[in-house]
T-cell receptor
Framework: QQPVQSPQAVILREGEDAVINCSSS?????VHWYRQKHGEAPVFLMI?????EQKGHDKISASFNEKKQQSSLYLTASQLSYSGTYFC???????????FGAGTQVVVTP | DTAVSQTPKYLVTQMGNDKSIKCEQN?????MYWYKQDSKKFLKIMFS???????INETVPNRFSPKSPDKAHLNLHINSLELGDSAVYFC????????????FGSGTQLSVL
């Protein structure tokens, strides 16, 4: 079953912050985050394993709350290059079946 | 050097035709995947192979048949194409099986007329 992402879309000015949420109805083994720019392939951002860790990638970081089966992606001091669609992907076991959410479109304006 | 390459990039064809998409990775990864992205941008897993062995086979019509001649290649053959098959098909690979960073190919835009 695919995870639920929110919001569907967000518009930011350069320098503003945003949070994208991802939740699952099933116990999670891991959460992945990818960004896809228009007409391109999704690009890996980070993986979070169960254990509630927080990871970072430049000024983009994420947390994973295993008990709530939720993950959040934090875009801090957004840059124009952050524009794109962000997908969370979840695994419920170690077999490599990654289910993606519907995506969150992020538009960063000057 | 492209890590995951798929061909063709664009495929326009008539309903009822048979077509193939090829994928090759030079990363030495063990696992390869096919994902379908529809017009609403839903990314859905179709198949995965680990060392040429089929691991994941989602509820995909029998008209779709993956073939992995070796662990660096995973091709997708589609028979009797239908309008609803129009989508972008992405090949991807990862090291090992499960909990791995996915490297995606650039995608094949399939349009069925």
């Amino acid at each position: 079953q695919q995870p639920v992402q929110s919001p569907q879309a967000v518009i930011l000015r350069e320098g503003e912050d945003a949070v994208i949420n991802c939740s699952s109805s099933k116990a999670l083994y891991s959460v992945h985050w990818y960004r896809q720019k228009h007409g391109e392939a999704p690009v890996f951002l980070m993986i979070l394993l169960k254990g509630g860790e927080q990871k970072g990638h430049d000024k983009i970081s994420a947390s994973f709350n295993e008990k709530k089966q939720q993950s959040s992606l934090y875009l801090t001091a957004s840059q124009l290059s952050y524009s794109g669609t962000y997908f969370c992907g979840t695994e419920t076991d170690s077999w490599g079946k990654l289910q993606f959410g519907a995506g969150t479109q992020v538009v960063v304006t000057p | 050097d492209t890590a995951v390459s798929q061909t063709p990039k664009y495929l326009v064809t008539q309903m009822g035709n048979d077509k193939s998409i090829k994928c090759e990775q030079n990363l030495g990864h063990d696992t390869m995947y096919w994902y379908k992205q529809d017009s609403k941008k839903f990314l859905k897993i179709m198949f995965s192979y680990n060392n040429k062995e089929l691991i994941i086979n989602e509820t995909v019509p029998n008209r779709f048949s993956p073939k992995s001649p070796d662990k660096a290649h995973l091709n997708l053959h589609i028979n009797s194409l239908e309008l609803g098959d129009s989508a972008v098909y992405f090949c991807a690979s990862s090291q090992g099986q499960g909990v791995g960073k996915l490297f995606f190919g650039s995608g094949t835009q399939l349009s069925v007329l």
